[in-house]
């Protein structure tokens, strides 16, 4: 998908919600585990329900991958449904890749041709040659992470390197990688205060913003500081979507959640 239509279905729907198919068979209602495949059960339920109030959907890996091949099937029926049902919506493979350049190929090959995902996240610390084959696809988004969401982030991410911080120099470093302007950065909700800064290095670029809900982050906060013209944010919830009700209305409920951020998400935008 090119980022001109995801700018134009976020004006349209009023929402930079993205849901995050974070899909825990230990969380899911008990009467999906009688299904031959309760995960893809399950996130066809919460897509239907969700999908007029958010403009993406963002599997994290780990989740399928954790089931084996079962998992990896159930990944791809939820890909197959969305690209077919909803191919307005933007995917995230929610993977955190990156090694040398003819295996990062592999892994862009096996997103964003076997999967068919518009998008990865990626782990930068590689550095250009095992970033730029993910930019080598065309219509296809990298999402590097630039600051993440949890505590630990302050263990590397925040470092000083010379006179920066290693996490600005993962930005201002990889807008000089060819086709850099596929690029989007990872920057977690809980780190709200450092978006005026990270305006200043990647002003138009798209932020994914993981860390609303349950890990204490603000929406308001980041669209104070990290909102463009263009809203350039998806902002994601998993787990407060997903698992707000575990029993047989589980999709209902998960739809009012979704409505209650998209609400929010439309406040914000009435003041640009
Ligand atoms: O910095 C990061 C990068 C990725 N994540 C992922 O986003 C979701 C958040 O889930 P919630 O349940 O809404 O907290 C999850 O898949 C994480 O692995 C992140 O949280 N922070």
New binding site residues.
């Given amino acids: 998908m090119e980022t001109a239509q995801l700018i134009s279905e976020i004006k349209r729907k009023k929402s930079f919600l993205c849901v ?1 198919l ?1 899909t825990d068979m230990d969380k899911i209602p008990a009467h999906l585990l009688k299904e031959e495949d309760p995960i893809f059960e399950f996130n066809k339920a919460i897509i239907d329900a969700t999908q007029a109030h958010c403009v993406a959907y ?1 599997p ?1 890996i ?2 399928y991958e954790a089931y084996g091949i079962p998992g990896w099937k159930s990944l791809q029926r939820t890909m197959d449904y969305l690209n077919t049902n909803y191919p307005e919506q933007f995917t995230i493979a ?1 993977a ?1 890749r990156g090694d040398i350049g003819n295996t990062s190929t592999r892994y862009a090959k096996a997103f964003f041709e076997t999967l068919h995902f518009d998008s990865i ?1 990626i782990a930068p610390y590689m550095g250009r040659d095992s970033v730029e084959p993910f930019l080598a696809f065309e219509d296809k988004h990298t999402i590097l ?1 630039a ?4 505590p630990g ?1 302050f263990d590397l991410q925040t470092k000083s390197v010379g006179n920066s911080q290693l996490y600005k120099e993962v930005l201002k470093v990889s807008t000089n990688y060819k086709n850099a302007e596929r690029l989007m950065y ?3 909700a809980t780190k709200a205060e450092y978006l005026a800064e990270i305006r200043t290095i990647v002003p138009n670029s798209f932020l ?1 913003v ?6 204490g982050g603000s929406l308001e906060e980041v669209c104070r500081f990290g909102m463009t013209k263009d809203v350039g944010l998806l902002v ?7 698992y707000a009700s575990n029993e047989r209305d589980f999709a209902s409920v998960a739809k009012q959640k979704a409505i209650e951020l998209q609400l929010q998400m439309k406040e914000q935008m009435e003041k640009l």
């Fill in positions: 995050g974070d963002k994290n780990a989740f929610d955190k996240t992470l600051l993440t969401s949890n982030a990872v920057v977690g994914l993981p860390g609303i809900g349950a890990q994601n919830s998993s787990r407060g979507i997903l």
